[in-house]
């Protein structure tokens, strides 16, 4: 056949493609299986032993694709003799580790603005806020009590505060009934720990407390409305404080 005669057939349906290396030929197998469902969340994956005779591969390569998923959220491993491989469930904990340690990565390439981040807050957490109202239970509703009474009783030198401020949103979203909310909110919060970037007055202090208090009054009425309300109120002071220097927001 000339070369007239095979342009005459129409572009050739073979390419030249990179032939996988043996242990991303696992890795992508493994983790098409577990995607197209063959293993639900919390099974038990096949021992090392038997994937590599299955795969036609050494232990080594086996537990270098395993290893890869782990890091992708997709398997967890639990030693000893009950051990072994498992499928992770969809938790908003899970979620949560998987996108901040993304979220974290890209801030610190500066491929992404902390602004960003943050003004995103209000387009996740006041929805959160609002259907927290209808969702969130007593020990849920304590734990954001609990949180609001230290930093009542807690000082502007506290190294804590930034940890208060991450659970009280963290458990309003995880409260909100969406895992992937929740998950959102979360990794936002670890990745850019928000309130560090305050400058924390006793005035501002005491003006966040308050603000977190009309949040939680909002979510024990169980009032949707309330709640956002309070929420926005709230990440509009937060918000337009962090990005200025030095003046409280009028």
Not at 29 to 43: P, S, T
Not at 135 to 161: F, G, M
Request: with cysteine; proline share 6%.
């Amino acid at each position: 056949m000339t070369l007239d005669e095979t342009s005459a057939r129409g572009p050739s349906p073979f390419s030249a493609r990179q032939v996988l290396r043996p242990r991303a030929q696992v890795e992508k197998q493994i983790r098409e299986a577990i995607l197209d469902g063959d293993f639900a969340q919390g099974d038990k994956l096949p021992p090392e032993t038997e994937l590599a005779q299955q795969f036609g591969v050494s232990r080594p390569t086996v537990r270098e694709a395993l290893g890869s998923l782990v890091s992708a959220g997709l398997i967890r491993k639990v030693p000893g003799v009950a051990g072994g491989s498992f499928v992770n469930s969809v938790t908003p904990g899970s979620l949560s580790a998987m996108l901040s340690e993304s979220m974290d990565t890209i801030v610190r390439l500066g491929s992404l603005d902390l602004d960003e981040l943050t003004a995103m807050r209000r387009v996740l957490e006041v929805p959160a806020a609002s259907w927290a109202a209808t969702h969130i239970d007593e020990p849920q509703l304590a734990v954001l009590q609990k949180i609001v009474d230290q930093q009542r009783s807690t000082t502007i030198e506290d190294p804590n505060i930034v940890s208060y401020d991450r659970d009280f949103h963290v458990t309003i979203a995880n409260a909100s009934g969406n895992r992937l909310l929740a998950a959102f909110v979360s990794a936002i919060h670890e990745a850019t720990r928000p309130a560090q970037f305050l400058c924390v007055t006793p005035e501002v202090g005491r003006s966040t407390v308050r603000q977190h208090l009309a949040i939680v009054s909002a979510l024990r009425r169980g009032s949707s409305q309330d709640a956002a309300d309070a929420m926005e109120a709230h990440l509009d002071y937060v918000l337009r404080y962090s990005s200025e220097t030095g003046s409280e927001p009028s």
